[in-house]
């Protein structure tokens, strides 16, 4: 089956500092990945939709230079929180598009990545 | 507004019980509606999905049932297990290459 790949599984830095997380598709090629956002007991909330070759489209709310995504291959987009603040500390999921069935995406997401910013 | 209305917030049931988690949605333009079982500190991963042409569709224990006249969709699960405590998420989406749009979840415990 379809398999995102997504790293480091676990983060922490200083305030200040930037972070850049990696999300793979590593079986199949994803011209669309989709970044979320996860507080503790919450629910997943889109950030923004990244394509490949073209800027990432964010959702109402997010900051585009604090939350840089970049989309350069059909197997990868990499999410970088710039100067991360303790605020920023959550749980960031990607998830690919596997391409439609039946007219809707099957999105496959990766395990997650937390991060704690100190 | 919220896109899709989620239902309980949390759920115990006794081991070999029946699971239902029940969502509602505004917006019939959606036409692909997915569960998604989340452990903690791990990704969501797809349970079931069902598209709004069928009106139930059960894969194993789990089953999804649709009615699109009411904009609800419900997940049941069959003989839960303690392995099925989990978070579960419904979601919505449209078609082509478009975002999930998720409910808030249902934390569900099954005892022994």
Redesign the interface.
């Known amino acids: 089956g379809a398999v995102?790949s997504?790293h480091p599984s676990r983060v922490i830095c200083k305030s200040g500092t930037s972070v850049k997380i990696e999300c793979r598709s590593l079986d199949f090629q994803a011209?669309?990945m989709?970044w979320y956002r996860q507080f503790p007991?919450?629910?997943?909330?889109?950030m923004a939709?990244s394509n490949e070759g073209s800027k990432a489209t964010y959702e109402q709310g997010v900051e585009k230079d604090k939350f840089l995504i970049n989309h350069a291959s059909l197997t990868l987009s990499t999410l970088t929180v710039t100067s991360a603040h303790p605020e920023d500390s959550s749980f960031y999921?990607c998830?690919a598009?596997q391409g439609?069935i039946?007219?809707?995406?099957?999105?496959?997401?990766?395990?997650?990545s937390?991060l704690t910013v100190l | 507004q919220q896109q899709v209305k989620q239902s309980p917030q949390s759920l115990i049931v006794q081991k070999g019980g029946i699971s239902i988690i029940n969502c509602a949605y505004e917006n019939t333009a959606f036409d692909y509606f997915p569960w998604y079982q989340q452990f903690p500190g791990k990704g969501p991963a797809l349970l079931i999905a069902i598209r709004p042409d069928v009106s139930e569709k059960k894969e194993g224990r789990f089953t999804i049932s649709f009615n699109k006249s009411a904009k609800q969709f419900s997940l049941h699960i069959m003989d839960s297990q303690p392995g099925d405590s989990a978070t579960y998420f419904c979601a919505v989406s449209y078609s082509g290459n478009t975002p999930l749009v998720f409910g808030k979840g249902t934390r569900l415990s099954v005892i022994a």
């Open positions: 995102v997504q011209t669309t989709f007991k919450q629910s997943l909330m889109l939709t999921i998830s598009a439609a039946s007219g809707a995406n099957v999105l496959t997401f990766g395990a997650g937390r």
